[in-house]
């Protein structure tokens, strides 16, 4: 399960590297949850978690448990890509061996599954032997490329690719070949199925005495939050909403101003959207470090 919101940790003194990465190791052991991946060109770790309030624990347990004091970058919400359109591939690898005429050939087709669906992959129906042959590496190859968006650089969902012809011209060429053909497929043509961002979508149940109730709901309505329902527990409301999470970010001292430190919220996932547009949340930043 990939997170739904990251940030960057260095240790606060250069010589915490190896406490600070010793530490966050027991984090993530057992817990597939919390994700660790390194971003090598700025030479910092990246973490991630399902909510911002999970991320605050680790950071508060790094704190406290392991004695490690860590610089942490602002939160990002991990968004994700998808296609709208189908679109077919036939891309040729020259091959480096076996002459010059050398080379595998794919078709390849993308189409669009229902939104929040994850990758699927096949061939067409009675393939021959050569595509029964190579699906498995192709679908390798696909799998590596789908990690990284044409948008923004973010994993993409709700794809089927289906493999619809093969060959190869030189019969000694490595199978292996067939995987950078796919990828070769994949990024000729996803960039041409109109491309799209999707934000995750959070329910949230926030909990706030009556007295601020108006307040709450305002607030709510300035993050893109729509109100599914409100009732009444005693003296206190509890309202449910659907907020997209990149307005969610910093919601907890937020509520905590406005209800005088007697409200309270949680989340849930709920689902993935195409941003509205004009996009009003935070600007995104291009998808870093989501390879582990």
Known sequence: MLPLVTVTLEPSVKRDWGRMADALAQLTAGDDSFHCSID???????????RETELQDALTRLDREFHVKV????????????????????????????????????RVRFEPLPTGEDISFGSVPNSDKLIREILPIVEKGLKAAMQSGPVAGYPMIGVRATLMDA?????DAPLATFCIAAGACYREAVPKARPTLLEPIMIAD???PDAYMGDVIG?????????????????????????????????AKSLSALTRGEGSFTTKFSR?????????????????????
């Not at 296609?83 to 690898?93: G, L, N, P, R, W």
């Not at 709510?220 to 997209?244: F, H, K």
């Open 167 to 171: 060959e190869r011209q030189n019969a």
């Open 219 to 251: 607030d709510l309505n300035s993050r893109r939050g729509l109100i599914d329902s409100m009732e009444t527990q005693g003296e206190e409301r509890v309202i449910t909403a659907e907020v997209p999470l990149a307005n969610l970010l910093g919601y």
């Open 40 to 50: 090598r060109d700025n030479r910092q770790i990246i973490v991630g978690t399902q």
């Open 272 to 292: 993935w959207e195409p941003p509205l547009l004009p996009f009003e949340g935070p600007p995104f930043r291009p998808a870093i470090g989501m390879r582990a």
């Open 71 to 106: 610089n942490v970058g602002p939160p990002q919400v991990s968004y994700r890509e998808t296609i709208t359109q189908a679109i077919e591939s036939d891309c040729v690898h020259k091959l480096e061996i076996g002459g010059p005429d050398a080379f595998v050939r794919l």
């Open 206 to 208: 926030v909990i706030t």
